[in-house]
């Protein structure tokens, strides 16, 4: 049984023009790389071969996995976002009461993430420690170096 991966409409888009860049561009340059190297002779000693087959591997891999998750996609309706609570595809704004540093996070899918756009996955620890949450509330995000107290100021779309 399949997991189902949910995204946003951009997100799908992204996958399936991965997908295509996948088995468009690099499935027959690959290829061709593996039939270069068997015309230069005998393969069982040939690095270039072996380069190129296991390149090859790792690229089919990758297309299995995107196709997998393709077919297992479920678009989220961005229209029917609360904000009331803390739930995927949410901007919250969230206070450090240790240090007062505010910072602002969008929650988004898995394969979304992004942190340089701030786009944090819902598999994250402070995602998971502010989902269903509301503002004001005070959580005790637990982080790898410990536990960080922080106040969720904003939810938005």
């Keep these: 049984m399949s997991r189902v991966v949910y995204v946003t ?3 799908l888009q ?3 023009k991965e997908l295509e860049q996948l088995t468009n561009i690099e499935r027959p340059a690959i290829s061709k790389l593996i039939g270069e190297a068997i015309e230069k002779g005998d393969i069982s000693e040939n690095a270039e071969y072996d380069a190129a087959k296991d390149a090859q591997g790792m690229l089919e891999a990758k297309i299995a996995v995107l196709q997998n998750q393709i077919a297992n996609a479920r678009i989220l309706d961005e229209s029917k976002i609360n904000t ?3 739930q995927i595809l ?4 969230i206070k450090n009461q240790k240090n007062g540093a505010t910072m602002k996070y969008t929650l ?7 942190l340089k756009q701030g786009k ?3 598999n994250t620890p402070i995602a998971k420690g502010l989902m269903g949450k509301k503002v004001g509330d005070i959580v005790d995000i637990k982080v790898p170096s ?3 107290p922080v106040e969720i100021v904003e939810i938005s779309v």
């Design 108 to 114: 988004v899918p898995e394969n979304e993430a992004d």
């Design 146 to 148: 410990g536990i960080i």
């Design 120 to 122: 944090i996955s819902i």
């Design 9 to 11: 409409k951009d997100g």
């Design 90 to 93: 949410n901007i919250v704004t």
């Design 14 to 16: 992204k996958m399936k």
């Design 84 to 86: 009331s609570k803390v």
